[in-house]
């Protein structure tokens, strides 16, 4: 189905859905990788990104040896061994397990923030951004671009935000804090125009948790109140769904 530029599936089960989102995204690398010599992916990090990532990296024909790998959001805060830390979830999800030509980490622990965003930035405007691979959250924010800090014309290709509580809750109910007061109040970002400069952009949101933040990404005008929603006026964006997640449409 399709909502403005935005295309989306749905799915009977979680598992069906990384599945399909990762075998698209498995073609789109080896279409791109036909013209190009490498290019350059943003990964997302978090529970709702399991079973796709979890596919991806069973996927042998993959040229990893020619994608620059980036992460697009990170805690600040957190010792940089926590495992809710968002680069060590993916270290041990997909950036340490195949390949890739390079990995770039968003720092953790106690570091200089505005060094940090230069040279993050610096190696995106380096390398490029050609797919994005993101969820959205349960207040439809894309990476930590939550609705009183998203800009659709951010100057910025990575910043600092404040996190909002309905965010941080979120990070309880999936089960990587234990309590409210163990997240974070601060993380790094990447910014909306950066995620959405990609030519691709393939949005991954399965669970119950979910179903309210879908139904305002399709049926909500598009506005920063609710950040995914500009993904309707991108093309070449795609959406997963599984029954859960879809449960209100």
Wanted: glycine content about 4%; charged content about 25%.
């Amino acid at each position: 189905m399709t909502i403005d530029n935005l295309t989306y599936e749905i799915f009977p089960t979680r598992s069906e859905m990384g599945r399909k989102a990762a075998a698209d995204v498995a073609a789109t690398i080896k279409s791109l990788l036909e013209t190009k010599p490498e290019i350059g992916m943003i990964f997302a990090a978090a529970p709702s990104q399991n079973e796709f990532l979890e596919a991806l990296v069973a996927d042998k024909t993959i040229p990893w040896e020619r994608i620059n790998a980036f992460h697009m959001d990170e805690y600040i805060g957190l010792s940089p061994d926590a495992p809710q830390g968002f680069g060590n979830f993916l270290r041990d999800r997909i950036l340490g397990q195949v390949p890739f030509k390079s990995v770039s980490y968003i720092p953790n622990g106690k570091v200089d923030t505005d060094k940090a965003i230069a040279d993050y930035s610096a190696l995106l405007k380096k390398t490029g951004v050609d797919i994005t691979c993101m969820g959205i959250g349960e207040n439809a924010h894309i990476a930590f671009n939550d609705p009183h800090v998203a800009r659709f014309d951010d100057p910025a290709m990575m910043k600092v935000v404040d996190l909002d509580e309905k965010c941080r809750n979120q990070q309880v109910h999936d089960g990587c804090f234990k309590t409210l007061d163990e997240v974070p109040r601060q993380a790094f970002t990447l910014t909306i125009p950066v995620l959405m400069s990609a030519p691709y952009v393939f949005c991954i949101v399965p669970a119950k948790t979910k179903a309210q933040a879908v139904y305002n990404t399709i049926n909500a005008e598009v506005s920063e109140k609710y950040p995914s929603t500009i993904m309707r006026t991108r093309q070449g964006c795609r959406m997963y769904l599984d029954a859960d997640s879809a449960s209100m449409l």
